[in-house]
Nanobody
Framework: QVHLDESGGGSVETGGSLRLSCSVSGYPYKAYCMGWFRQAPGKQREAVAAIDSDGTTYYTPSVEGRFTISRDNAKTTVYLQMNSLKPEDTAMYYC????????????????????WGKGTQVTVSS
């Protein structure tokens, strides 16, 4: 069974930084895209960043230049470094990948996502 275990969320002030981690198990991690999504209260879930198997990265415009996604294949872990955080970044952040194949889920960049972890909360105060 696939497990995506997020950690690293917390509360910071505007301008602060956090690094989210997603530990992956039960899955041929290296062959697939990994991504981060977020969902704020009352809003739809949105893609934030993705990284494909060869390391190409994709970002939603609102986080470009502030967030960096990376993967450590030896540790089967994906990271999201978040700098210059803003109150509008407040949300539950979810790690994601493609477990159910090419015909299901949400496209972002060159990646398809249809499986999410339980999430980690990020709160940015003004």
């Amino acid at each position: 069974q696939v497990h995506l275990d997020e950690s690293g969320g917390g509360s910071v002030e505007t301008g602060g930084s956090l690094r989210l981690s997603c530990s992956v198990s039960g899955y041929p991690y290296k062959a697939y895209c990994m991504g981060w999504f977020r969902q704020a209260p009352g809003k739809q879930r949105e893609a934030v960043a993705a990284i494909d198997s060869d390391g190409t990265t994709y970002y939603t415009p609102s986080v470009e230049g502030r967030f960096t996604i990376s993967r450590d294949n030896a540790k089967t872990t994906v990271y999201l470094q978040m700098n210059s955080l803003k109150p509008e970044d407040t949300a539950m952040y979810y790690c994601s990948t493609n477990v159910y194949g090419p015909s299901a889920g949400t496209w972002f960049g060159n990646c398809r996502f249809n499986y999410w972890g339980k999430g980690t909360q990020v709160t940015v105060s003004s």
